[in-house]
């Protein structure tokens, strides 16, 4: 066995390679569907630990894995409902926000004053001041009780980092589904490049809203500069879930569709041969956006038509 990243010779005593980050969406068994011919659904559980990824190569990948959850901020415990290994809940920090989840919900606690707050469980927030990862309270308008009300604004910009670390789990549902022997072909080069040396550039496509017409609608108090909100636990919809779906453009070359909060959708081509024909001036009818490790958001209104 070799690894599929650094190709080096591995040992079945290689630490087991968790494919989405545990951290985002727990340990326990997730949905993996199959799309194509011979379409199925399975639970199981997203690891390779047969000498696929290498020790070396599960750490760096560890880096990444961290890239990939500070981009969910807030959604993470939403996501993960079944905690760390250890049994701890999912948390998440921010300049301005500490979020967790308890048994009856996912709670954010937001500082929005400028200095550093303790929350009433003890937990140290700082001020999002102007930082540009700060979570933010920003006042809606008043509805026809005249109550106002607040909306969160968590900035999360898709980055490379981020692309990597999506394509990184995309990469690896495939090894998962077809075996690590077709991965190693040196045409896939382009896709271990990108991932494990940040070379390249590559698009991945995701949608905008969840699939169900659930909404962060919280509850809040707000006291002196300092909120907590209460999310109900169906926020986010659906569980996080996973798919492949057969791209025709060669034997073993797929698309996968990562459902975390929205599908993200990673064209695991090695020449991201999908995605690359995109055209962004087609692209404003389309309910998907396409980032671009050059561009950024392709298909946004006054995106640049290159
Ligand atoms: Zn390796």
Redesign the pocket.
């Known amino acids: 066995m070799n690894?599929i990243?650094?190709l080096?010779p591995t040992s079945a005593a290689e630490p087991e390679e968790h494919i989405v980050p545990e951290g985002l969406v727990g340990g326990r068994p997730l949905p993996l569907r199959i799309y194509g011919a011979n379409p199925s659904v399975r639970d199981v559980r997203l690891v390779l630990d047969r000498g696929e990824?290498?020790g070396?190569?599960n750490a760096r990948n560890g880096k990444l894995d961290d890239a990939v959850q500070g981009y969910f901020g807030f959604l993470k415990p939403a996501l993960n409902r079944v905690g760390t290994k250890s049994g701890k809940p999912a948390t998440a920090a921010r300049p301005g926000m500490y979020a967790e989840r308890r048994e009856d919900g996912v709670h954010v606690t937001i500082n929005a004053t400028d200095r550093t707050r303790v929350s009433p469980r003890g937990v140290s927030i700082g001020a999002a001041k102007q930082k540009a990862d700060g979570v933010r309270l920003l006042p809606k308008e008043r509805d026809a009780e005249g109550r106002a009300g607040f909306r969160l604004s968590q900035p999360s910009p898709l980055g490379r980092r981020v692309s990597r670390a999506l394509h990184k789990v995309a990469f690896e549902l495939v090894c998962f589904q077809v075996g690590a022997g077709p991965l190693l072909d040196p045409r896939f080069n382009p896709i271990r490049d990108y991932v494990s040396h940040g070379r390249g550039e590559r698009r991945i496509a995701f949608c905008t809203k969840p699939d169900s017409a659930t909404v962060l609608s919280p509850s809040m108090i707000f006291d002196d500069g300092r909120a907590v909100l209460r999310l109900p636990l169906e926020s986010l919809g659906e569980p996080p879930s996973f798919g492949l779906m057969p791209c025709p453009l060669g034997t073993v070359e797929w698309v996968a569709e990562l459902r975390l909060g929205v599908p993200y959708y990673i064209d695991v081509s090695p020449g991201n041969d999908l995605l690359r024909r995109f055209d962004p001036r087609h692209g404003s009818g389309y309910t998907f956006l396409v980032y671009d490790d050059r561009h950024g958001i392709l298909n946004v209104s006054g995106a640049p038509e290159s």
């Open positions: 690894c990243w650094c080096s990824v290498c070396g190569c």
